[in-house]
């Protein structure tokens, strides 16, 4: 109790003073890294302010004097109770470990994933395949409307590389869409997953219409030829975002889950932090595969040639994301 | 104006302001500024790698506005930790949601959020997720476990400087101004300080007006002699009232 609030005051003012003093130069000065003593000091300080302002409290209601106290209380404790050091050297051995252990600690999540884009698929397949009019609804871009027989004779044929001058900011331009579609894909798992759940279905629907348009016309070898060189990575990594965004999605409805949302959330944030980068990390490579390789085809690259660089960046993924950081 | 609750494991109870839909518009506006000053200093930037190529050239600004755009946030909210430019300005800052430190995690997932937030376009889905939350967290705050706060710094003001006196006369009755300190509302006095400050740049109709309603505000909280104030002018018993408010 506070018998006499002046000599309460006085007392105590030098100890906030010093409190407000640590803690501005710690907003100031972001990098300083405290000594043992230092530290000690702001802890006393910290508990010698907190007890300040539980005497206020019960003392009575000097509105202005408790807001002071209090808002210093509140910026120590955020100091104080850290308890995680900040990042400090960049190990690069368990990063690269740290991407496929969150992909397997969620492997349901990506099934699902997988699940939704293959029911896609299976949607755009039938699609095409029943009603061919639909492929100017399905297609994603102009140049796939032409049958593929004009495509295929055309890029085959052709004397000029139509992308001279271009495949840098070309494959620049592809990695940042598709990093912007799987931030997308991830980010709308916060829609309850309802919004990661259509855009993974609607990437299944064009992948199945296109396949379904350039097998059923007997262009399979082009097809493979074409996608499978950057597709082997971009479309795995879209699905990686697909599977943060259900990760997300999980964590915010938590089906019988006892923790609250707010330690649920806190759980999986790293997992989704690493998956994500490393999905925007796989689709730096796909934009140079795409620009550079995926657009020649037969004479320039064979086809066999592309499929097998192709499978073996598949099998190199899967082997990455199934074993690398297993102890 | 909505306040975050916090309770320590010491038993300790404070509270910290969030930081209203506006205020928080109000930065991102500085922030939006920020990233179109630094397109027109990439573009410019990129132009001198036209030596190695246009292609070459398109390609570095277009990575570079990419990664700009997206780091802008991140890099800032954990070096600044959790404040950009335009939080800054507008004394915002983004915690723990428990009211901790910020986590690179966090940064970086309320950042990815943000295109989510955005739809369809000027933060539509994020404003009214912010009006709707008892937290006030929009999307990416939400997934995050983060709040934006509004910085509860408060310093006190240099009562020897802006009401300069000799002698209080509400001070020499110190159970009467323990009562004013007990019943004055912290923004009515940061109030009375500024107009204070300021007293100088009034116009004398507009300065009698101010400190008329100041001074009727402080004497309706609590009723002083009519010896301790005999013959104070409004303005002279509004610093009496801070000072003693300060106990200067």
């Known amino acids: ?267 999986v944030a790293r997992d989704l932090l690493v998956i994500g980068l490393g999905a925007a990390a796989l689709l730096v490579w796909a934009g140079l595969v795409e620009a550079f390789v995926s657009q020649y085809h037969q004479p320039v690259l064979p086809y066999g040639l592309k499929i097998a660089f192709g499978l073996l960046e598949l099998a190199a993924l899967s082997i990455y994301l199934a074993r690398a950081g297993r102890v | 104006m909505k306040a975050l609750r916090i309770e ?46 246009a292609d070459w050239a398109n390609a570095i600004a277009t990575l570079l506005y990419f990664v700009s755009s997206m780091a802008y946030g991140m890099a800032f909210e954990w070096y600044w930790r959790g404040q950009t430019l335009g939080k800054r300005m507008f004394g915002l800052r983004v915690v723990d949601a428990q009211g901790l430190r910020l986590r690179p995690a966090q940064v970086v997932l309320r950042n990815l959020l943000r295109s989510v937030d955005f739809l369809p376009g000027a933060y539509l889905v994020g404003a009214t997720a912010c009006l709707l939350s008892a937290k006030g967290q929009r999307l990416g705050d939400l997934a995050a476990n983060t709040v934006v706060l509004r910085e509860a710094k408060l310093l006190e003001p240099d009562v020897e400087h802006i009401a300069p006196a000799k002698y209080n006369s509400l001070l020499a009755l110190p159970y009467l101004a323990a009562r004013l300190r007990s019943r004055v509302d912290p923004d009515a006095v940061r109030i009375a300080v500024t107009a204070l400050a300021l007293r100088d740049g009034y116009d004398p109709p507009a300065r009698v007006q101010l400190f008329g309603e100041l001074a009727g505000y402080f004497r309706a909280l609590v009723e002083f002699p009519e010896a301790a104030v005999e013959g104070l002018t409004d303005e002279q018993y509004v610093r009496s009232a801070v000072r003693a408010i300060y106990r200067k």
Not at chain 1, 138 to 159: H, K, Y
């Open chain 1, 1 to 267: 109790m506070i018998l006499d609030p002046a000599r309460f005051v006085d007392m105590e003012r030098v100890y906030w003073n010093e409190l407000q003093v640590i803690l501005d130069k710690l907003r100031a000065e972001p990098g300083w890294r405290m000594s043992i003593p230092e530290v000690t000091r702001l802890h006393y300080l910290y508990e010698r302010c907190s007890a300040d302002l539980v005497r206020l409290d019960t003392f009575s209601t000097e509105p202005l004097l408790r807001a002071y106290v209090e808002s210093l209380v509140s910026r120590a404790y955020a100091e104080i109770h850290e308890t995680r050091a900040p990042s400090g050297k960049v190990r690069w051995r368990a990063i690269v470990a740290a991407f496929p252990r969150a992909f397997r600690r969620h492997l349901g999540a990506f099934r699902l994933a997988v699940g939704l884009t293959l029911l896609g698929c299976a949607f755009g397949w039938f699609a095409i395949r029943t009603d061919p009019d639909v492929k100017a609804i399905l297609m994603p871009f102009p140049g796939l409307l032409d049958p593929p027989a004009t495509r295929v004779t055309r890029e085959e044929s052709a004397r000029i590389d139509r992308l001279h001058g271009q495949k840098a900011s070309f494959s620049a331009m592809l990695m940042t869409h598709n990093i912007q579609v799987t931030m997308m894909t991830l980010a709308f798992g916060v829609t309850w997953g309802v919004g990661t759940v259509i855009l993974l279905f609607y990437n299944g629907v064009t992948l199945g219409a296109i396949s379904a348009d350039y097998v059923g016309a007997g262009y399979t070898q082009f097809l493979a030829g074409w996608l499978l060189p950057h597709g082997a990575i971009e479309i795995p990594a879209i699905l990686l975002g697909g599977q943060a965004g259900l990760v997300l999605a999980g964590a915010l409805i938590g089906w019988g889950e006892r923790a609250s949302r707010a330690d649920r959330l806190r759980s």
């Open chain 2, 8 to 53: 320590t494991p010491e038993g300790v109870v404070f509270s910290l302001q969030l930081a209203t839909p506006v205020l928080r518009a109000l930065a991102w506006s500085v922030d939006g500024a920020m990233l179109i000053a630094a397109s027109v200093v990439i573009g410019r930037v990129s132009g001198t790698f036209a030596a190695i190529g």
